[in-house]
C-alpha cells in the first residue's frame, strides 16, 4: 500500500521569504503525484500534479515541487510567500491505474507572518 | 456544472440521529469519493462510485454508513445512529480520470452533539 509522509506539521514563515514544505512518499509501484492547498474552511484545490515528463512541475499561484523518484520525494517550493498563502498543503498519491483512492498525507500547516 | 455541490454547508444532529449528505458531481466526470476529515486533518476514504456502482467500498463503516450514486441525482452518503466520533467534514470528490487527480467540493460539516 502506498503511504504520504509530511515531515513538518507546521511551518511559519515570515512574508516574501522562500518555503519549502516537504513530502515523501512510500509505494512499491509507481504513483502520481500531488499537491493540495486547503484554505480555512474550504475543500481543497489542486496546486499542482506530477503524471510523466518533466520532474519539476509548475502549479498555481506561484508555487512549484520537483519529483525526486531516487529519494521518493516531491517537494513544493515557493521563492516569496504571500500572507495569502497561509493555509494547510497537503500532498497526495495515486497509483498509476487509479484503482485505489487517492492517499494523502496529514498535512502542513503554513503560516506566513507580515 | 463546473464545481463539485455540497449540501448542506453544515449539518447538526442529536447522538442516534440520522444524517444524510449530498453531493452533485461536475457534470461528465463518471467517479464519486467520499472523505472524512476529522480533527486532526487526516483524510480518510470512505468509499467511491463509477457511475452508479460502488468502486471501492474499503474505507466504508458496515454498520452504520450507507452511500448511493442514482442516476439523475445526487450521490448521497448517509450515517444511521449519529455517534460523537462521527462528528467531521465530509468531503465529495468527482473525477473523469482519478489517476490524474480529483476534484473536490468544499465540503459538510457534521456536528454530532
Known amino acids: 500500500a502506498q503511504s504520504v509522509t509530511q515531515l513538518d506539521s507546521q511551518v511559519p514563515v515570515f512574508e516574501e521569504a522562500p518555503v519549502e514544505l516537504r513530502c515523501n512518499y512510500s509505494?512499491?509501484?509507481?504513483?502520481?503525484l500531488f499537491w493540495y492547498v486547503q484554505y480555512p474552511n474550504q475543500g481543497l484545490q489542486l496546486l499542482l500534479k506530477y503524471l510523466s515528463g518533466s520532474t519539476l512541475v509548475k502549479g498555481i499561484n506561484g508555487f512549484e515541487a520537483e519529483f525526486n523518484k531516487s529519494q521518493t520525494s516531491f517537494h513544493l517550493r515557493k521563492p516569496s510567500v504571500h500572507i495569502s498563502d497561509t493555509a494547510e498543503y497537503f500532498c497526495a498519491v495515486i497509483l498509476l491505474s487509479g484503482n485505489t483512492p487517492l492517499v494523502f498525507g496529514k498535512g502542513t500547516r503554513l503560516s506566513v507572518i507580515a | 456544472g463546473e464545481e463539485v455541490a455540497q449540501t448542506p454547508k453544515h449539518l447538526v444532529r442529536g447522538e442516534g440521529q440520522k444524517a444524510k449528505l449530498y453531493c452533485a458531481p461536475i457534470k461528465g466526470h463518471s467517479y464519486v469519493f467520499w472523505y472524512q476529515q476529522v480533527l486532526k486533518n487526516e483524510f480518510k476514504f470512505l468509499i467511491s462510485f463509477q457511475n452508479e456502482n460502488v468502486f471501492d467500498e474499503t474505507g466504508m463503516p458496515k454498520e452504520r454508513f450507507s452511500a448511493k450514486c442514482l442516476p439523475n441525482s445526487p450521490c448521497s452518503l448517509e450515517i444511521q445512529a449519529t455517534k460523537l466520533e462521527d462528528s467531521a467534514v465530509y468531503f465529495c470528490?468527482?473525477?473523469?480520470?482519478?489517476?490524474?487527480?480529483?476534484?473536490f467540493g468544499s465540503g459538510t460539516r457534521l456536528t454530532v452533539v
Open positions: 470528490a468527482s473525477s473523469q480520470i482519478p489517476a490524474h487527480g480529483y476534484t
Open positions: 509505494s512499491s509501484v509507481s504513483v502520481y
